[in-house]
């Protein structure tokens, strides 16, 4: 992702009136993977127990995720490239350790290794998998678990990298461009397999009832 972007992910961020304070089941942190609230697996379901483990949100946005992983017992960390979002889960959750990096700097930067590292609709959709998968491969311990997810290509045969408009905040304001790579469940796997990862999964979770668009997830450890 390039620290350009900041702009981009601020003025949306700057927009978004953030996550509720409880969900359907009155919970005050929650893990969600897909894009619809109180819908899909839970975390653990995804990467196990992860108490007294090392975990890294790259992307972690305004921190709701992150926020639940420490609930759980985690020692977690997210990053995100802008100051926005982070002010916010700053601001909720003034105990989260975020730190304002690209997911590739820190990554390449950090002496630690993690347990988990996972991306909700963060950098995993917006930075070149070719450039990202090796960094995270090689901060995960033997047996860590990497997870992404995101929304499923729009358009058949429309791959890779792709321009995404962020909507402007004010009707007629231009709006903002960053990258994202798009890619089918069956591609993902190629490609995070080639990277080292096995036990690779790859699938489209189904929407909810009256929604259209279902949710990416993609899985895979560390050999």
């Known amino acids: 992702m390039r620290e350009q972007d900041a702009e981009a992910w601020d003025t949306w ?8 304070e409880r969900n359907a089941a009155g919970a005050e ?4 993977w897909t894009q619809w609230p109180d819908h899909g697996p839970a975390g653990k379901d995804v990467f196990g127990d992860v108490a007294g483990a090392r975990v890294l949100d790259v992307g972690c946005g305004s921190g709701g995720n992150l926020a639940h992983v420490t609930a759980w017992g985690a ?24 730190r304002q990096e690209t997911a590739e700097r820190f990554l390449a930067a950090t002496p630690h290794r993690f347990d988990v590292v996972y991306s909700v609709f963060g950098a995993a959709w917006f930075t070149d998998p070719a450039e990202l998968l090796p960094l995270v491969h090689a901060r995960l311990e033997p047996g860590g678990v990497y997870a ?10 429309c791959y ?6 962020m909507q402007p905040p004010v009707k007629g304001e231009e709006p903002l461009y960053v990258r994202r790579w798009d890619y089918e469940p069956r591609t993902w796997a190629g490609i995070v397999e080639r990277a080292g990862f096995t036990e690779v999964t ?7 009832a009256g929604k259209r668009t279902g949710t990416l997830l993609v899985r895979g450890v560390r050999a």
């Open 13 to 20: 961020g700057a927009s978004r009136s953030g996550r509720k």
């Open 148 to 157: 992404f997810s995101h929304n499923p290509p729009a358009l058949t045969d």
């Open 29 to 32: 942190t929650w893990f969600n």
């Open 75 to 98: 020692h977690a960390v997210g990053v995100d490239i802008s100051p926005v979002q982070l002010a916010k889960a700053h601001e909720r959750w003034p105990h989260l350790d975020v």
């Open 160 to 165: 890779g990298a792709q321009a995404s408009q």
């Open 202 to 208: 790859a699938e489209v979770i189904p929407p909810p």
